[in-house]
């Protein structure tokens, strides 16, 4: 299974609400990620956990939060969140943070529109 | 600064002709440099990783050069079909910088 599922595909939030993306990988991978992805542009690193362990945090605001509750989930917490961060969030894994095969594989995203 | 450029943000090419997409970075020391494809409202799907020693790598109908000296990545579609159709970007890994970085895509269109 070299598949990488994210739930939800759509989520609507007001800039008060309390949500959390998740995201799942069964292919015994180490390395799970967040990125950002605004229309026409590259994916953007957020946080990186390797080993269930935070390793980068690219100086994301605190409205979003990250978990790893274990080595195959990984959640996004979102609370009081902005128009400006509308997007599509986009989950990965990778065997380990920084091996020589480095590939990544990705989720479909969670399209995430704030009102 | 930092800058990972891909040459054309669009480019249509003719159905089983070559595409070839550039890839130019700037301030970087990649330890390896990878191409990705991405369909709309999909995560980007890995294609092909080549290493900062390595000159040329192929898989079926594609290939990837890495140029150091050049600072660029070629990547190229032989026998290009509709079904090729996509935006493709790069991405690499800095020498002791775990994270990868993307370039900025080139959105392909193969013309029928």
């Not at chain 1, 993306?21 to 967040?34: D, F, I, N, S, V």
């Not at chain 2, 990878?34 to 020693?53: A, C, K």
């Not at chain 2, 079904?83 to 392909?108: I, M, P, Q, W």
Request: with cysteine.
């Amino acid at each position: 299974d070299t598949e990488v599922t994210q739930t939800p595909k759509h989520l609507v939030m007001g800039m008060t609400n309390k949500k959390s993306l998740k995201c799942e990988q069964h292919m015994g991978h180490r390395a799970m990620y967040w990125y950002k992805q605004k229309a026409k542009k590259p994916p953007e690193l957020m946080f990186v956990y390797s080993y269930e362990k935070l390793s980068i945090n690219e100086s994301v605001p605190s409205r979003f939060s990250p978990e790893c509750p274990n080595s195959s989930l990984l959640n996004l917490h979102l609370h009081a969140l902005q128009p400006e961060d509308s997007a599509l969030y986009l989950c990965a894994s990778s065997q380990v943070q920084g091996a020589e095969t480095y590939e990544q594989y990705f989720g479909p995203g969670t399209r995430l529109t704030v009102t | 600064s930092q800058k990972i450029e891909q040459n054309s943000e669009a480019l249509n090419i003719q159905e089983g002709k070559t595409a070839t997409l550039t890839c130019n970075y700037t301030n970087y020391s990649p330890a390896y440099l990878q191409w990705y494809r991405q369909d709309p409202g999909r995560g980007p799907v890995f294609l092909l990783l080549i290493r900062e020693n390595e000159k040329e790598k192929r898989k079926e109908r594609l290939k990837v050069t890495f140029d150091t000296t050049l600072k660029q990545s070629l990547f190229h579609i032989t026998a290009s079909q509709p079904a090729d159709s996509a935006t493709y970007l790069c991405a690499l890994v800095n020498f002791g910088n775990e994270k990868l970085t993307f370039g900025t895509g080139t959105r392909l269109t193969i013309i029928p």
